[in-house]
């Protein structure tokens, strides 16, 4: 096997479910060597609490847990996850545990003597402020993330729209997209027709792997806080687990440069003057990708 990819995750886990499935896709691949889980968005110590647990559960406590900082914009974020680390603390962690997150990032990045991905599966004020306060880690860096739409929105809509994880911070999208790193994202085009089904969810659904049985956990807490009587025998959208996929592989994805303007209101749209950046806009065998997860996941 080629040398392991080493990767920092930035996610605002906690409220999608899509962020835990991404996380346990990392941990279950062999390609990837995680170094680090940074928590945004909002509460990020709630966040940063699920991240802690989680790897503890995967028994994963060697990857340092960094808490980010805290946005109060004045949004009510949703904290659909809080069940499940009902009585769990940033102190319980057996691992260690960053109280400020950016600088735990930037500082790692300055001493990286290899290659690092940092990969972003939430709105980016993380990545952002990394950037603001030592911009010379684009040296030591790619980006990999899952944002915005290019030529199509949610549910393989023909229409793009703003995504979330632009429309939340489009300012701190556009510094990272301009910034002079590789960058690779899977847009809404992919990644929003990501669904597991039937079989293929009854076998994550059904698995003993301690990683997927803590997914299809959260998974029941997230429904229930939402009171979402559906889904019994399919996930919901996994947006970021094709982020996640980026990070080590493009055999199943077409991909394409796109110079790519953020606009105020989150639509990420083509134009000659935009920045470029490397987008998976179109599945090779999206049903090979699933099958490809599954395994993953309960392997």
């Not at 279950?28 to 609490?49: F, H, I, Q």
């Not at 004020?125 to 739409?149: C, D, Q, T, W």
């Amino acid at each position: 096997m080629s040398a392991k990819i080493s990767v920092i995750l930035d996610t605002d886990i906690g409220s999608d479910i899509d962020d835990t499935w991404a996380l346990a896709t990392l941990l279950k691949s062999p390609e990837v060597d995680l170094k680090m889980v940074v928590s945004c968005t909002g509460d990020t110590t709630y966040r940063a609490r699920i991240v802690a647990k989680f790897l503890e559960r995967a028994g994963r406590t060697d990857i340092p847990v960094a808490v980010g900082t805290k946005q109060d914009d004045g949004t009510t974020y949703s904290l659909n996850q809080v069940a499940w680390i009902d009585g769990y603390t940033l102190a319980q962690y057996p691992g260690q545990v960053y109280q400020d997150g950016v600088q735990a990032m930037v500082d790692f990045l300055v001493a990286a003597t290899e290659p690092i991905t940092v990969l972003g599966i939430g709105p980016l004020p993380n990545v952002y402020e990394a950037l603001r306060r030592e911009p010379r880690i684009v040296e030591k860096a790619r980006f990999v993330g899952m944002h915005g739409s290019v030529y199509k929105g949610y549910d393989g809509s023909d229409t793009p729209q703003p995504e979330y994880n632009v429309v939340k911070y489009p300012a701190a999208c556009r510094e990272v997209f301009c910034a002079s790193w590789s960058k690779t994202i899977t847009p809404l085009d992919t990644c929003g027709v990501v669904r597991l089904r039937a079989e293929k969810y009854a076998a994550v659904c059904n698995s003993s792997d301690p990683i997927a049985q803590a997914v299809i956990e959260n998974y029941r807490v997230w429904r229930t806080a939402l009171g979402i009587s559906d889904y019994e025998t399919e996930s919901s959208i996994l947006f970021d687990t094709v982020a996640a996929y980026l990070c080590f592989s493009e055999e199943l994805l077409k991909m394409e440069t796109v110079k790519l303007t953020v606009m105020e209101d989150g639509r990420t749209l083509p134009d000659s003057k935009g920045y470029p950046v490397r987008c998976a806009l179109e599945w090779k065998d999206l049903p090979a990708y699933e099958d490809w997860l599954v395994n993953r996941l309960i392997g």
